[in-house]
């Protein structure tokens, strides 16, 4: 990671006392790679797990734990004045509790009550911790407040229990603090009682048991559209087609598809139940006539022409079975050709398909696909139309939730939708 200068914030990455401890390291290193100034103010508790001199090592800056030390430079208020976002990762139970109300017995949650810039915090606890009335109380006094407590991930915790309460990975952790940075108001809880499904990543249909035809999509958008809804509160499934190489975003239930085909089955199964579909997924639109059952072998001949046939249009059939209310976004990749450019192929593309919205997203070499970066243009289904500017794809995701929560809520409302 290359680090950006013009792009530089100042970060205060608070550090509570739990065994998830250890993955804030690699939190701080991303951050400080990234040109970030970090400064790392630990609990007593979690000085114990990693030691100062591992923080100071990796941020470049002193580490910061005791009220009393360099009185004069008044700590506990400057370093929350200063900060452009205060990421606590991990958040335990007990410093929700002290942070929900408003307790100041040490550095970091006097940091927390003079910071006025955003506040995200990633819990990590056990199961019956996170799901403890106390601690579901203090999440939504929290939340209340304006501060971003982010959905934990399921999986191991210590010993040899699992469940809900993980930190979430340290690479979602930094993804989403870049996106507060970008812009503070990209996670409200407005998405609380949805139950989305998204598709993700781009199917591959198999000429033979090593070759298949595919195409270039990773599946981060798709991804990062989960990662966003999850955390705004929705209830979210992932039907991910070959993006077993990205981590599983917090909150999220996944689906794992491989062709076009299974992408189907998976998308029909889940779509009754939703109340907002999202087709992301590059799903190639033809396969092999034929699988052949082992690997074709080189021969001194040409090969034998592979005949392909259509596979079904998933998205025109989400769009035709859908129940009412249910609103169906839809993704366009266009290059352009010459018969009109990638806007135009986009309205020609909404108009046939029938869907909501729909993202056109103009993609090629070092667009869109294979890049952290997207734009394109978010149309509606009401001829309203919305510019977006080249920006992470959380940055992305987060605008076209932002459309999807104004018409869901409208439609509660008997209303209709547009982009303004």
């Given amino acids: 990671m290359t680090p950006n200068p013009a792009a530089a914030h100042d970060i205060v990455l608070g550090v509570g006392g739990g065994i998830a401890a ?18 790392i103010v630990p609990t007593a ?18 580490v910061r734990s005791d009220v009393f030390a360099d009185v004069p430079e008044v700590p506990h208020v400057r370093l929350g004045r200063q900060a452009e976002l205060v990421l606590v990762a991990p958040a335990t139970a007990d410093l929700l509790a002290r942070a929900a109300h408003g307790l100041a017995d040490d550095l970091l949650t006097n940091t927390l009550l003079t910071a006025r810039c955003p506040v995200l915090m990633a819990p990590a606890m056990h199961t019956e911790m996170w799901e403890h009335p106390a601690t579901r109380d203090n999440v939504a006094l929290l939340r209340r407040r304006g501060v971003v407590v982010l959905e934990p991930a399921s999986g191991r915790l210590t010993g040899s229990d699992t469940g809900k309460g993980r930190l979430p990975d340290p690479e979602e952790i930094v993804e989403l603090a870049e996106l507060l940075l970008d812009r503070a108001d990209a996670l409200p809880r407005d998405l609380v009682g949805r139950r989305v499904v998204v598709s993700a990543g781009g199917t591959r249909e198999p000429l033979d048991p090593v070759r298949f035809l595919g195409n270039r999509s990773s599946g981060r958008q798709g991804h990062a559209l989960a990662r966003v809804a999850a955390q705004r509160g929705a209830d979210v499934t992932l ?20 062709t076009a085909a299974e992408l189907r089955e998976a998308m029909h199964e889940a779509a009754p139940e939703a109340d907002i579909l999202v087709m992301a997924a590059a799903v190639a639109d033809f396969r092999p006539e034929s699988t052949a059952p082992s690997k074709i072998k080189k021969a001194g001949s040409d090969p034998e022409p592979v005949r392909l046939v259509r596979n079904p249009d998933i998205l025109t059939e989400l769009v035709e079975r859908r129940r009412p209310g249910q609103l169906v976004v839809g993704f366009a990749a266009e290059t352009g050709d010459g018969t009109g450019d990638p806007l135009h192929h986009g309205r020609a593309k909404l108009a046939r398909k029938g869907v909501d919205f729909l993202l056109v997203n103009v993609v090629g070499d070092g667009l869109a696909f294979e890049v952290p ?36 809520a409208g439609r509660d409302r008997g209303e209709g939708s547009t982009l303004a």
């Avoid at 250890?22 to 400064?39: D, M, Q, W």
């Avoid at 087609?241 to 981590?247: G, R, S, V």
């Avoid at 309203?384 to 940055?395: T, Y």
């Fill in 22 to 39: 250890y993955k804030a390291c690699e939190v701080s290193r991303r951050l400080t790679e990234a040109g970030n100034r970090v400064r």
């Fill in 45 to 62: 508790s979690a000085l114990r797990f990693v030691g100062a001199a591992t923080f100071e090592a990796l941020s470049g800056q002193p």
């Fill in 239 to 258: 039907v991910a087609a070959n993006t077993t190489d990205l981590p599983v975003p917090s909150g999220v239930r996944v689906v794992r598809v491989r």
């Fill in 373 to 408: 970066v997207n734009s394109g243009w978010l149309l509606g289904g009401d001829g309203s139309e919305r510019r977006i500017p080249v920006g992470s794809k959380n940055l992305l995701a987060s605008t076209l939730w932002d459309a999807v929560a104004r018409a869901t």
